[in-house]
């Protein structure tokens, strides 16, 4: 079974900065928007970035400023670079395809802990 395969996550201060990846396989990655969702114990995952086939980016309001989405179309990856991390970013990061995602593609997704 092909899935997306996350890596990247660790354990950072608060204030500090991490980059995550996604290896998105070849016959997604081309035409969709990719996403990076996260989703913390007893929640769903919520969207928290996204990034068109085109390169347009849109993020949530409590990263808006502090994280980056990309995408490369040579390696198909999409990467995601946090900065300026807080405690209430914690969760399990994911990647997959935006608005609807490929339920059969969803990875382990990465651990990302925040410590205050």
């Known amino acids: 079974q092909v899935q997306l395969v996350e890596s990247g996550g660790g354990l950072v201060q608060a204030g500090g900065s991490l980059r995550l990846s996604c290896a998105v396989p070849?016959?997604?990655?081309?035409?969709?928007?990719m996403g990076w969702y996260r989703q913390t114990p007893g929640n769903q995952r919520e969207l928290v970035a996204t990034?068109?086939?085109?390169?347009?980016?849109h993020y949530e309001d409590s990263v808006k400023g502090r994280f980056t989405i990309s995408r490369d179309s040579a390696k198909s990856t999409v990467s995601l670079q946090m900065s300026s991390l807080k405690p209430e970013d914690t969760a399990v990061y994911y990647c997959?395809?935006?608005?609807?995602?490929?339920?059969?593609?969803w990875g382990q997704g990465t651990q990302v802990t925040v410590s205050s």
């Open positions: 070849g016959n997604i990655f081309p035409f969709n928007t």
């Open positions: 990034v068109t086939s085109g390169g347009s980016t």
């Open positions: 997959n395809t935006v608005p609807t995602p490929l339920a059969p593609y």
